[in-house]
Nanobody
Framework: VNLMESGGGLVQPGGSLRLSCAGS????????MSWYRQAPEKERELVAA????????YYPDSMKGRFTISRDNAKNTVYLQVSRMKPADTAVYYC???????????WGQGTQVTVSS
């Protein structure tokens, strides 16, 4: 299993960004995919999740409204669209793949997102 995030960088407050995560080495369409983030000296937290088949999505209450997760199984890619970005969104963003709830979770290497003027 290989997960490769891209699309991070420096963004001004109020701006938008789309992160991508390309998967390889596994049956991408069978896995639930998630985005997490980890800010300096903070625990990793869930940003959004999308299931493998119906495309049903989940966002923690704190992430609702500015984050949109989507997937393209034909391209083995999951996306995270972030809008109205804030300095508090500064973090390393990771994508994750999981075959079954409670099962082993695979991680990408992460992509740095910095929101600053």
């Amino acid at each position: 299993v290989n997960l490769m995030e891209s699309g991070g960088g420096l963004v001004q407050p109020g701006g938008s960004l789309r992160l991508s995560c390309a998967g390889s080495g596994f049956t991408f369409s069978s896995y639930a995919m998630s985005w997490y983030r980890q800010a300096p000296e903070k625990e990793r937290e869930l940003v959004a999740a999308i299931n493998s088949t119906s495309g049903s999505t989940y966002y923690p209450d704190s992430m609702k409204g500015r984050f949109t997760i989507s997937r393209d199984n034909a391209k083995n890619t999951v996306y995270l669209q972030v809008s109205r970005m804030k300095p508090a969104d500064t973090a390393v963003y990771y994508c994750s793949a999981q075959l079954h709830p409670g099962g082993y979770r695979y991680w990408g290497q992460g992509t740095q997102v910095t929101v600053s003027s």
